[in-house]
């Protein structure tokens, strides 16, 4: 779309979002001029009251056609794009799945195996990884579960701090809800015993 097109748009759009902000002193107007631009929704009028509004000002303008194919245009770039990418995103899954297939060949009983792994910028597929590089692979993913365990007992520790302030004050700020539980004495709690 030319930049006049493009300009032209987003000014009609703007003036009718604003007109629209009105929708009671516009809503008359509108339905005067017949169910086609009707903003109840109903079954014979348009569903879209700024595209309505949009549409009558570019056509005051003499602009609507040219919009309305670069529009076009635009839409069926947007929708071949999304198709290409619908049926790259297939075939990827379909590559993993004979992936994952061949795999569980080679590597019976290890089902949640990666296909592949990260080397350098690219990947390399799991069965044409070399011993050194799985070993370098797997002590990286061993130091992130520990962060990733360790990170999720921090937080179940904290929660288990917080948690009697969720009936209290719900919308308290969790800062000021720690510092008032660490400032609580610790309840003592009796084993075994009433």
Same mark, same amino acid.
């Given at each position: 779309m030319d930049a006049k097109l493009?300009? #032209?748009l987003i000014d009609k759009i703007q003036?009718?979002?604003e007109e629209l902000k009105g929708h009671r002193a516009v809503k008359v107007p509108l339905e005067d001029q017949g169910p086609q631009t009707s903003l109840d929704?109903?079954?014979?009028?348009?569903q879209n009251p700024l595209y309505e509004m949009v549409h009558k000002k570019l056509r005051k303008a003499r602009l609507w056609q040219a919009v309305q194919m670069a529009l076009a245009e635009e839409g069926f770039e947007m929708y071949l794009r999304k198709l290409e990418r619908r049926q790259g995103a297939e075939a990827a899954r379909k590559e993993i799945s004979a992936a994952r297939a061949q795999q569980l060949t080679l590597f019976p009983g290890f089902e949640s195996l990666p296909v592949r792994i990260r080397r350098g910028s690219g990947f390399v597929k799991f069965p044409e990884t070399s011993v050194s590089q799985f070993l370098a692979y797997e002590s990286k993913?061993?130091?992130?579960?520990?962060?990733?365990h360790r990170t999720a007992e921090e937080l179940h520790r904290l929660a288990e701090k917080v948690q009697m302030f969720a009936e209290i004050d719900p919308d308290?700020?969790? #800062?000021?809800?720690?510092?008032?539980a660490q400032g609580q004495p610790a309840k003592l709690r009796l084993v075994g015993g009433e």
């Amino acid at each position: 779309m030319d930049a006049k097109l493009k300009d #032209a748009l987003i000014d009609k759009i703007q003036i009718a979002q604003e007109e629209l902000k009105g929708h009671r002193a516009v809503k008359v107007p509108l339905e005067d001029q017949g169910p086609q631009t009707s903003l109840d929704r109903d079954r014979e009028g348009p569903q879209n009251p700024l595209y309505e509004m949009v549409h009558k000002k570019l056509r005051k303008a003499r602009l609507w056609q040219a919009v309305q194919m670069a529009l076009a245009e635009e839409g069926f770039e947007m929708y071949l794009r999304k198709l290409e990418r619908r049926q790259g995103a297939e075939a990827a899954r379909k590559e993993i799945s004979a992936a994952r297939a061949q795999q569980l060949t080679l590597f019976p009983g290890f089902e949640s195996l990666p296909v592949r792994i990260r080397r350098g910028s690219g990947f390399v597929k799991f069965p044409e990884t070399s011993v050194s590089q799985f070993l370098a692979y797997e002590s990286k993913y061993q130091a992130r579960a520990v962060k990733n365990h360790r990170t999720a007992e921090e937080l179940h520790r904290l929660a288990e701090k917080v948690q009697m302030f969720a009936e209290i004050d719900p919308d308290l700020a969790l #800062a000021e809800a720690f510092g008032r539980a660490q400032g609580q004495p610790a309840k003592l709690r009796l084993v075994g015993g009433e």
